[in-house]
């Protein structure tokens, strides 16, 4: 199964995300773990996906410093929309503002999600046990 196209072009990389599928698109979310929160979970990745109910925390653009809980996460433009970061509309009304999943990087997980949670598990090294004693 191929993940990302193998060529360099510009115009075909823009052609595969344009046209990627739901489950490559996936991949486009992830962002990077806090290095705390890694060591804590015992985490050896380095990025995983963005799901709604994590804590994020943006390190570039407009919203850089601020963080927030996710509220959705949308897979066809790969954006984050996170709590407190809105703008005003013309009439008023306050909306969410998209913020790409490579700006961000995740401070606190939902773990929720026994899937996601049993992924991590599997991620994580096994401690070695120790030898049964023999009699």
Not at 61 to 82: E, W, Y
Not at 98 to 105: G, L
Not at 110 to 121: I, N, V
Request: hydrophobic share 40%; proline share 3%; net charge positive.
């Amino acid at each position: 199964m191929m993940f990302m196209i193998e060529s360099g072009k510009p115009r075909k990389q823009r052609l595969f995300r344009y046209t990627a599928a739901n489950h490559l698109r996936q991949k486009f979310v992830h962002a990077h773990i806090a290095k705390e929160l890694a060591s804590k979970l015992g985490v050896k990745k380095r990025s995983i996906s963005v799901r709604k109910g994590d804590t994020v925390r943006v390190m570039a653009g407009a919203s850089r410093g601020k963080s927030g809980k996710v509220t959705a996460v949308d897979l066809r433009s790969a954006a984050v929309f996170i709590e407190g970061i809105t703008r005003k509309n013309a009439k008023g009304k306050e909306s969410l503002v998209p913020v790409s999943a490579s700006n961000v990087y995740i401070t606190d997980m939902d773990m929720s999600d026994k899937l996601r949670a049993a992924k991590l598990q599997v991620a994580r090294p096994q401690a070695a046990k120790p030898a049964a004693k023999q009699q």
